[in-house]
């Protein structure tokens, strides 16, 4: 089976749909699109995905867009190891959690980010200040979850942990910046103010085929 995954580097779903090709074993080619050149906008790319976003998996003639549904398809053809849990209970947490981070976590996040990566932390330093604040009591939701378990949805990794992971590591790499140090946001370094989601990120990047997802451009 010829399996390929279009996708920018450094987009957080993009990152999240390689953690679980790696989680799973499963071989794959990635397919790399220059985001500063648009080539998710290209005459071929359409032709794959005619809205132009990314992730896209393509196994033969199936073509699978979106994150959640890829990693639903992908669950859903190989089952093990189980990305939305093997019990109602757990599957509902795993939801839950996905949820939550893309409800409550995700557009703050963006809102640091960008400006930051854009070299615009002084422009736009107030708007960054108030999505920190938001994301610190995000934060901190997570830190109390990974008190006493390993993973954020249950006692083994899930989707929860594969969707939530590159959020939260975009947001690392965005305050860790010199030009973010001025803003005082009591993030970075979070082996300081979040323990427990720095151990679970350590116990993320431990896992195999982990460097193989790692964004190409931050190497």
């Known amino acids: 089976m010829a399996r390929?995954?279009?996708?920018?580097?450094?987009?957080p779903p993009c990152w999240s749909v390689m953690l679980a090709l790696e989680v799973k074993g499963l071989a794959y080619t990635p397919r790399r699109l220059d985001n500063t050149k648009r080539e998710q906008k290209s005459p071929d790319y359409l032709a794959i995905n005619p809205r132009g976003q990314v992730p896209t998996l393509v196994e033969d003639d199936i073509i699978v867009c979106e994150t959640l549904a890829i990693l639903s398809y992908l669950d859903a053809a190989i089952?093990?190891?189980?990305?939305?849990?093997?019990s109602p209970v757990e599957t509902a947490r795993v939801w839950q959690t996905i949820c939550d981070c893309d409800a409550n976590l995700r557009g703050p996040v963006g809102e640091i980010s960008r400006p930051l990566f854009r070299g615009k932390a002084t422009e736009v330093?107030?708007?960054?200040?108030?999505?920190?604040?938001?994301v610190r009591n995000e934060l901190a939701l997570y830190e109390t979850a990974l008190k006493d378990n390993d993973w954020l949805a249950g006692?083994?990794?899930s989707a929860a942990d594969?969707?939530?992971?590159p959020v939260i590591m975009q947001l690392l790499h965005a305050v860790g910046r010199d030009d973010a140090a001025p803003l005082q946001l009591a993030i970075h370094p979070v082996?300081?103010?979040?323990?427990?989601?720095?151990?679970?990120t350590k116990r993320l990047e431990s896992l195999p085929g982990y460097d193989n997802a790692y964004p190409p451009h931050w190497k």
């Open 4 to 11: 390929e995954l279009y996708f920018i580097s450094g987009s």
């Open 79 to 86: 089952p093990a190891p189980p990305l939305f849990g093997s």
């Open 125 to 134: 330093a107030d708007k960054i200040k108030q999505a920190a604040e938001t």
């Open 155 to 157: 006692e083994t990794l």
């Open 162 to 165: 594969l969707m939530v992971f």
């Open 191 to 200: 082996t300081e103010y979040f323990p427990n989601i720095d151990r679970w």
